[in-house]
């Protein structure tokens, strides 16, 4: 059975290796479905993995948040443009020729 730190292990490779997410995300399902099916009645551990989940619902909320922000900041500078001193020279010096 997969341990609690190791499942926390598997939770922040998610985040370390985002390239990788679809085959990391199958594989710590996976590995809380294992634990979930041999972690039995035993209240004490059931409480223990309830924590956890907990933290990681509460990281995964503000993954969100902030993916959706950056998202947003990402749309209005595609819509607005970011001044470039390297384009404005390039204009100016095809203007002049």
Same mark, same amino acid.
Do not use: C
């Given at each position: ?10 939770? /922040? ?5 985002? &390239?990788?997410?679809? @085959? *990391?995300?199958?594989?710590? #399902?996976?590995?809380?479905? =294992? ?18 989940? /907990? ?5 995964? &909320?503000?993954?969100? @948040? *902030?993916?959706?922000?950056? #998202?947003?900041?990402?749309? =209005? ?21």
């Amino acid at each position: 059975m997969p341990t609690l730190k190791q499942l926390d292990t598997a939770f /922040n490779d998610l985040w370390l290796h985002t &390239e990788q997410l679809p @085959t *990391l995300l199958e594989k710590w #399902q996976e590995l809380v479905s =294992e634990h979930l099916a041999e972690l039995g009645d035993n209240k004490k551990e059931l409480d223990a993995f309830e924590e956890r989940m /907990n933290f990681w619902q509460k990281v995964l &909320e503000e993954n969100r @948040t *902030l993916i959706q922000a950056h #998202q947003s900041t990402l749309k =209005e500078t595609i819509k607005t443009g970011e001044p470039s001193p390297k384009k404005d020279k390039q204009t100016k010096a095809y203007r002049k020729g």
